[in-house]
């Protein structure tokens, strides 16, 4: 069984620049999450998706932004990207099966966005 | 103060000893997470519990509900178990959300 797979590895972009980062869950599962680990940060909860809706969101200014496709792949979007936007994006997912929160998470091995 | 706590935060063992990770949080939760992250950044779900006791090999975890604490411990380390573990809990409720400590760095030494 192939695992959640993240795309690109490393991105380096430029201050103002836009970024899209890419992940495909396990199959069968229909939620994505993601985590943005900054240097020295630990781990904090950017975005859920299932069933192509957004689920919920963390403390995140609105230029970070995704969507879920029928798929249930998903892209991260992050906006007029700033210095502090370098960090480790994980990309997890799970089953979600309405009332059977808290499934397992599963995650892929990131992409690591450099600002320049 | 956050929410999840871990002890220590950095941990050097001698291969073959016996290691215990601790997590303490103040939130109500619905499940925990043990998590181990290795250079690089790759995570890997180690367990999910939410009462009692788990193991898998060497490793074996578990969780104390009314004191808000789990542990993870590790059997006989060996080098390759060196990597960065983390608690991560479920806060219940709708939003799915896991609220992370900030990692216990471990280091085994050959």
């Known amino acids: 069984e192939a695992g959640v797979t993240q795309s690109p590895t490393h991105l380096i972009k430029t201050r103002g620049q836009q970024a899209t980062l890419r992940c495909s869950p396990i199959?069968?599962?229909?939620?994505v999450y993601w985590y943005q680990q900054a240097l020295g940060l630990g781990l904090q909860f950017l975005l859920w998706y299932d069933e192509g809706e957004e689920r919920n969101r963390g403390n995140f200014p609105p230029r970070f932004s995704g969507r879920q496709f029928p798929n249930y792949s998903s892209e991260l979007n992050v906006n007029a990207l700033e210095l502090e936007d370098s960090a480790l994006y994980l990309c997890?997912?799970?089953?979600?099966?309405?009332?059977?929160?808290?499934?397992?998470?599963?995650f892929g091995d990131g992409t690591r966005l450099s600002i320049l | 103060k956050n929410e999840v706590e871990q002890s220590p935060q950095n941990l050097t063992a001698q291969e073959g000893e016996f290691i215990t990770i601790n997590c303490s949080y103040s939130?109500?939760?619905?499940?925990l997470h043990w998590l181990q992250q290795h250079p690089g950044g790759g995570i890997v779900s180690l367990f999910m519990?939410?009462?009692g006791k788990k193991k898998h090999g060497r490793l074996i975890a578990t969780i104390n509900i009314q004191e808000k604490h789990s542990s993870l411990h590790i059997t006989a380390s060996h080098p390759r178990d060196s990597a960065v573990y983390i608690c991560?809990?479920?806060?219940?409720?709708?939003?799915?959300?896991?609220?992370f400590g900030t990692g216990t760095l471990l280091a085994v030494q050959p």
């Open positions: 939130v109500g939760i619905s499940a």
């Open positions: 997890a997912s799970s089953l979600f099966r309405g009332a059977e929160r808290n499934q397992p998470q599963h």
């Open positions: 991560a809990v479920y806060n219940g409720g709708a939003t799915n959300k896991l609220i």
């Open positions: 199959s069968g599962h229909t939620s």
């Open positions: 519990l939410s009462s």
